[in-house]
């Protein structure tokens, strides 16, 4: 599985971006997908994901009622609708992919993407 993310960029406090995560392959339906980010200095940290089975959603406390993750299997697509940014949501966001099972532990994902920036300014 090869996943390509974008959809990053420059907002300002209390803008909105919508970030995409296109996987390859044909069993993306049974693959558990995640939102990852990192600043520089900080360890990768959980965002959110989407289990592959009945499309339960999770998040972390900080993007919780912010951020919407979602995916759209006819697309081997998932997103991230981030909403009322906040300066601190400033990092590369990382997509990853393992099937099965959802978990927040960073060394049970098998395959990444390359991450896209986004940058909240104040």
């Known amino acids: 599985v090869q996943l390509q993310a974008s959809g990053g960029g420059l907002v300002q406090a209390g803008g909105s971006l919508r970030l995409s995560c296109v996987a390859s392959?044909?069993?993306?339906?049974?693959?558990?997908m995640t939102w990852f980010r990192q600043t520089p200095g900080k360890e990768r940290e959980f965002v959110a994901v989407?289990?592959?089975?009945?499309?339960?959603?999770y998040y972390a406390d900080s993007v919780k009622g912010r951020f919407t993750i979602s995916r759209d299997n006819a697309k081997n697509t998932v997103y991230l609708q981030m909403n009322s940014l906040k300066p601190e949501d400033t990092a590369v966001y990382y997509c990853a992919a393992k099937l099965g099972g959802w978990t927040r532990v960073q060394r049970a994902y098998d395959y990444w993407g390359q991450g896209t920036l986004v940058t909240v300014s104040s």
């Open positions: 392959g044909r069993t993306f339906s049974r693959y558990s």
């Open positions: 989407i289990s592959g089975s009945y499309d339960n959603t």
